[in-house]
C-alpha cells in the first residue's frame, strides 16, 4: 500500500485513529507489563535474601543450643 503523503499515511485511509490506537495500546501495555516484572523480581529477590538470612540465623541458634 502506497502513500501520497505523510498525512495520507497517518490517516490510514480513514481507519488511523483505531490504527494508532491501537499501537499505542499495545506499546503501552507491554511497558506496563515489562515495568511490573521487573518490580515483582526485585521483590521476589528480596524475600529470597531475608528468607535465606533467617534460615542462616536459626541454623546458627540450634548449633548453639547442642
Known amino acids: 500500500m502506497y502513500f ?3 498525512s ?3 490517516a490510514m485511509g ?3 485513529f483505531f ?3 491501537s499501537f499505542g495500546l499495545t506499546y503501552l ?3 506496563g ?3 511490573i516484572s521487573m518490580y515483582q523480581q526485585k521483590q521476589f529477590k528480596q524475600q529470597l535474601k531475608a528468607t ?3 534460615e542462616k540465623r536459626v541454623k546458627q541458634y540450634q548449633e548453639q543450643q547442642v
Do not use: N, P
Request: hydrophobic letters at 60%.
Open 4 to 6: 501520497q503523503s505523510f
Open 33 to 35: 507489563l515489562i515495568a
Open 8 to 10: 495520507d499515511f497517518l
Open 19 to 21: 490504527v494508532w490506537l
Open 14 to 16: 480513514g481507519y488511523g
Open 52 to 54: 535465606i538470612a533467617r
Open 29 to 31: 501495555l507491554l511497558t
